[in-house]
């Protein structure tokens, strides 16, 4: 018996999911939700970002769909602070930070040198507001709408089949850098309002996103280039000098690779489950990601855990610790282990992904989840806490709640729907037990 399909490991699943979702709770402030320092309060250096604020509406918004009482409340402070603060009035758009404090007026101040658009911010949006929607909170269906305008006005290039970084406040000029990073978030959000709106066009964008994604990394080995200009070309070398730098590392990201492979099944679920064609690069770009960013960087310097960044062959560059790049991991053994079972693979192929589920979850709980849902962020090469400035809720509870929730969900649809569809503890295909539509589709 797998662990995940035990009553008992998915009780200490359940457990923790709703230690997370408390712990979350202090991120509360009254224009969205906050980053934490180590000691679980509100961090009044860091300002009030957009994409935290929006992870949190989808993260509470799935609380809802459990049934954790006190979600509802913070989902719906989630969509004001969203349409009230971050909404910029004269442009359009969402501003990527603001300040803690309101002007004399009541109104949001943006943060010096945020009041910038970034697609990666608005992917978020665009997750949180789905979610609301699926579960059928205030305001939710409404913020969808025009988060899904917005995207279709500036982000979504068709020509390109990707989306693009970044405008200035007023949309004139946008960034030459293009990055996957930013378009990964966006694939994950395609493909959530693809099932609540039962559009098929974000789920062809979804996939157009994967289909590069799939070729430019089989040309690198399956390690997948981050950076590149204008016109979707890598730039391997980007940040070489500067190898540390948070947003745009050098080399390859050991947690997109994970994040990739995992939406890549998700997409491939997808397909299946709408009777659309099936390509079969995304199982094999799935599963050779996977494994590559798993020779690459478990364990490769003698200790438990994944370095964060490695290079073109292979060797880790940044070899800190980091707890996101864990629950990706995690929840990439998931969706490896449950696509393998559907796809009748070999009792050996499905136990190398238990394996692989256990000691990685067996990491996770002893350095990364402190009881009571806090997490430490950042470890060093030999898994000490490092105490830096990284050790702030930056990336607050969201990775850890869809890694502890995984294995309790088919791989389609994805969170919000599949809860919303009351499929959670039915992991493996069934007819759903009620189906649910949204106002307005």
Not at 367 to 391: A, K, T
Request: glycine share 6%; hydrophobic share 40%.
């Amino acid at each position: 018996m797998f662990w995940f399909d035990s009553i008992e490991h998915n009780r200490w699943l359940s457990a923790c999911l709703q230690d997370l979702l408390d712990y979350g709770r202090k991120s509360e402030v009254k224009t969205g939700f906050a980053c934490l320092d180590r000691n679980g309060e509100v961090d009044l250096e860091q300002p009030i970002q957009l994409y935290l604020t929006a992870r949190m509406v989808h993260v509470f918004s799935l609380g809802v769909l459990l049934g954790v009482p006190g979600c509802r409340r913070l989902v719906e402070h989630g969509i004001r602070c969203l349409n009230q603060y971050f909404r910029d009035p004269d442009n359009g758009g969402w501003f990527d930070a603001i300040e803690h404090e309101l002007d004399q007026d009541g109104k949001a101040i943006p943060y010096q040198g945020r009041d910038d658009k970034r697609s990666y911010s608005h992917a978020f949006l665009l997750l949180g507001a789905a979610s609301a929607t699926a579960a059928d909170r205030i305001g939710a269906h409404e913020l969808m709408q025009e988060a899904i305008r917005d995207n279709d006005l500036h982000w979504w290039d068709q020509e390109a089949g990707m989306v693009c970084e970044s405008f200035n406040r007023d949309y004139s000029v946008c960034e030459d850098y293009r990055g996957l990073n930013s378009n990964m978030h966006m694939v994950e959000a395609y493909m959530l309002v693809a099932q609540v709106t039962n559009d098929s066009r974000w789920t062809e964008r979804a996939i157009r996103i994967l289909e590069r994604v799939a070729r430019v990394s089989r040309e690198y080995n399956w390690r997948i280039p981050e950076h590149y200009d204008s016109d979707w070309q890598p730039l391997l070398g980007y940040n070489r000098d500067n190898p540390q730098e948070t947003h745009r590392a050098y080399g390859s990201d050991v947690g997109h690779s994970f994040m990739f492979s995992r939406l890549m099944l998700e997409a491939r679920a997808m397909l299946k489950t709408t009777n659309k064609e099936v390509p079969e690069w995304l199982s094999e770009a799935a599963t050779e990601i996977f494994e590559r960013a798993r020779e690459d960087a478990w364990r490769r310097d003698g200790a438990p855990g994944f370095a964060f960044t490695v290079d073109w062959e292979g060797k880790p560059i940044i070899r800190d610790r980091q707890a996101w790049v864990q629950f990706e991991a995690i929840g990439a053994a998931v969706t490896m282990l449950r696509a393998a079972q559907q796809d009748g693979a070999s009792a050996e192929v499905v136990d190398h992904y238990e394996h692989c589920y256990r000691a990685w979850l067996d990491f996770a709980y002893e350095h990364f989840l402190v009881r009571g849902g806090r997490i430490v962020h950042r470890l060093s090469p030999e898994n000490q806490p490092l105490d830096l400035e990284n050790q702030k809720l930056r990336d607050s509870v969201y990775h850890a709640v869809q890694a502890v929730l995984l294995p309790r969900l088919p791989l389609s649809p994805v969170f919000a729907m599949a809860l919303a569809q009351g499929l959670l503890d039915k992991p493996l295909p069934e007819e759903p037990s009620r189906k649910k539509r949204f106002g307005g589709f």
